[in-house]
């Protein structure tokens, strides 16, 4: 399966945005990612702007709190009419049953519900940082995968994790099951923060369902040819 790419829109603000998409042909329907930068900034109204302008959205929000907080912020997201959504893992089974119910309580009649993937280990998160600060034994990958299973029970549709966690998420939760990766860098790129990163070759080979790129896009000069340049890595 080709993988899809998500480009992570971490801009400042709808101006910044605005700039951006206006790199892309006009009509060029792309899979845009809205964080916390941009949406802490300019609310609900640029996942209406993108909508409109016919782009998918995945809101990307890593909710953690208790159930019923995230039960009812979840039902307000998918009144948003988002494709994907997100919490971490790391709150719990519960957590992330309460999520599911807000969504299909939130979403309009005729509507189908926003699909909703966990966070498993932050890509930028190492083994010794995983070991010594969240005191959490052991391989990130075998982390990650333990909060990939909860998530499956919990009856997510997916993670986060890396790409190279995707295919022992398959495996373990089966092919249906999303496997979104970031740290995607295309070869000689810097890799900023991020510890485990991977090509969107290598993403494809090991089974990711969306490729998200940030950076190796948003700073590119052309960020239309980097897009395409992608696709045509991945064909
Ligand atoms: O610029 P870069 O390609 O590193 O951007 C990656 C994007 O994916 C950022 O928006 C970051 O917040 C997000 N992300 C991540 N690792 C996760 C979950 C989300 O890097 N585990």
Redesign the pocket.
Known sequence: MTPEIII?M?LPNKAAVEAFINKFPEGESLYL?V?MELYYKEGPAIVTYLKERGHRIFL?LKMHDIPNTVRSAMRSIASLGVDLTNLHAAGGKKMMEAAIEGLVEGTPEGQTRPQIIA?TQ???TSKEVMNNEQGIPGEVAESALKWAKLSKEAGLDGV?CSVHEARSVHEACGEGFIALT???RLEGDDA?D?TRVATPKFGKEEGSTYL?????ITLAENPFEVYQKVQADIA
């Open positions: 992570a971490d990612k964080g990307d966070v932050l890509t930028s986060v970031p740290g995607i900023h991020q998200v790129l940030g950076r190796s």
